[in-house]
């Protein structure tokens, strides 16, 4: 199995508002960047999506390092996930990413790291200049059509 490492971000210029989510993926010496951008969402929504399409982008089973500055996804993937599920997702906001989700890590092994967000961790300063960039392009982009 084929151990890679995700770096993910998202954004939101306001919560909820305009959002941005990006990922550099890495394999020894290949890395994929993506990122895209939503209307009306959330943070927390930005920063799930970003894991969610980094996960869609492996073309088979690996062994998944993902290295992230949001502790509620490290804590969500690690530690609260799994009675989510057995409860239904009862009382939960992101269903459907995180069922999403559920699907797109089916085929791996996750862990997931929490790395201090604006830190100068080169990834992460990476990631989140993306996510915001792509958040502010499509504020930019709706606020032409007015």
């Known amino acids: 199995m084929k151990s890679v490492e995700i770096y993910t971000d998202g954004s939101c210029l306001k919560n909820p508002g305009f959002g941005g989510w990006s990922f550099i993926l890495r394999y020894k010496n290949y890395e994929k960047i993506s990122y895209g951008s939503e209307k009306n969402t959330t943070n927390n929504r930005m920063e799930l999506l970003a894991i969610i ?78 996510a915001r960039a792509a958040a502010l392009s499509l504020q930019r982009e709706e606020d032409a059509k007015y």
């Open 53 to 130: 399409r980094a996960l869609e982008a492996l073309k088979e089973p690996c062994a998944v390092k993902i290295f992230t500055d949001s502790n509620l996804m490290v804590r969500s993937i690690n530690e609260w996930l799994e009675l989510w599920v057995k409860k239904g997702f009862r009382g939960k906001k992101n269903v459907d990413l995180w069922q999403e989700y559920l699907q797109a890590s089916r085929p791996h092994k996750i862990q997931a790291f929490w790395i201090r967000a604006h830190n100068g961790h080169a990834e992460n300063e990476k990631c989140d200049a993306l």
